[in-house]
């Protein structure tokens, strides 16, 4: 079974016998390497199937065989391994590239992910600030609004003042007049009253009024301004 393990695929022996083995194993440290470094992972289709037999005999067992050859023993022992070993690891293998294909896209998915969370909080922060933003605009719109409203009621005063000093300028513009006028009498008026309180306060008020008709008001309507 060594020898059909350990031949090239192409070059398979038909004599396996014990004598055959012995000249195969002709150089012991060449065998031993070969057997330490044998390629346990990848057994060629041909090898397995010339050794498949020797493995399906009852006889082809370390126990039984040891009872003749301890040596032979050790052999069939790392025959029948080495194809179990091979069998586990065809069954094996898929699933383990499977598993590293899965992690891989697991590792990718979760890159993905890491850009998605990244750009996701790149918006929250981006929503944040323009909800700041917003908000600012808001109440300076409002206070805008408050103040337009403050300076509507203001004209809206000033108007009413307006209008109502507009109403008074006509009685001003009339009292001004007047005041104009009384300016022309103002002497005679202070000279008349300042006659009553010191001179003909004394007198009847027929006299006072004779006085001031006949004599006083001629005298002072005859005086230029």
Do not use: H
């Amino acid at each position: 079974g060594v020898m059909l393990l350990l031949s090239p695929s192409n070059k398979i022996p038909k004599d396996v016998s014990w004598n055959a083995g012995k000249t195969f194993m002709g150089k012991v440290d060449q065998f031993l390497d070969s057997l330490m470094n044998f390629d346990k992972e990848n057994i060629q289709e041909p090898n397995r199937k010339a050794v498949e037999p020797y493995l399906k005999d009852p006889e082809f067992e370390p126990d039984f065989v040891r009872n003749k050859s301890f040596a032979a023993a050790g052999l069939c022992s790392w025959a029948i391994n080495i194809v179990k070993f091979y069998e586990v690891f065809c069954d094996v293998e898929p699933k383990r590239k499977a598993l590293a294909a899965a992690n891989a896209e697991l590792a990718a998915a979760q890159v993905k992910l890491s850009k998605i969370k990244a750009k996701i909080k790149e918006l929250d922060d981006n929503l944040a600030e323009l909800t700041r933003q917003f908000e600012e605009a808001t109440a300076a719109k409002l206070k805008c609004q408050k103040e337009a409203e403050a300076t509507a009621q203001t004209i809206s005063l000033a108007n009413r003042l307006v209008n109502g000093l507009s109403s008074e300028k006509v009685r001003w513009a009339e009292s001004v007049q007047r005041m104009k006028l009384e300016e022309l009498t103002l002497p005679g008026d202070v000279l008349l009253t300042a006659s009553y309180l010191s001179y003909v306060g004394c007198f009847s008020r027929n006299y006072r009024t004779d006085l001031f008709d006949e004599k006083w008001m001629p005298f002072l309507k005859s005086l230029q301004p």
